[in-house]
């Protein structure tokens, strides 16, 4: 096993006791509870997260070094690199891609595209994802920019008065 994946797996277990996985693998889309079994050889990314972290193991092509990243609001470590994350950030809700005129099918919602994928959520009409955005500014011009980002939670159904 690579240092990076040691880096991974250490961060994971130190990080997330209970949380999800979102996944993308050459022959697979993953969207579960973590812990979930992940055949690494073929996995091109791996986020692992709850509401406080977020691990994200990456690589750009098959047979391609991973690298991971770890970030919270608190700090963000690059592999082996920790810094403090003093960046500012906001919060998006974003739709999932579900047909919610179809009912489940052993656990997997269908796209309205027609795949099919697993979704660790009781309800999903109007399911959701809330992603957070880093935000630092360019040196030269001072403009705000997104520098990163992180999954941070499923959400069910809006209540009442939610926007």
Request: hydrophobic share 35%.
């Amino acid at each position: 096993m690579s240092d990076i994946l040691n880096i991974f797996h250490t961060a994971v277990k130190q990080e997330i006791e209970n949380g999800f996985v979102i996944a993308e693998l050459t022959d697979e889309f993953i969207v579960d509870k973590w812990p979930k079994n992940i055949n690494f050889d073929k996995a091109m990314t791996v986020r692992v997260f709850s509401k406080e972290v977020e691990i994200l193991l990456s690589r750009s092509d098959i047979g391609r070094d991973f690298s991971c990243r770890v970030i919270s609001d608190d700090y963000i470590r690059c592999n082996e690199k920790k810094t403090e994350n003093s960046l500012e950030y906001y919060d998006e809700l974003q739709y999932l891609d579900i047909d919610d005129s179809i009912e489940r099918d052993n656990g997997k919602v269908t796209a309205t595209g027609g795949g099919r994928y697993n979704l660790p959520m009781d309800k999903f009409k109007n399911a959701r994802v809330r992603i957070r955005y880093y935000i630092d500014k360019y040196k030269e011009t001072r403009q705000a920019r997104i520098c990163d980002w992180r999954v941070v939670e499923f959400v069910e159904e809006k209540k009442d008065g939610e926007k």
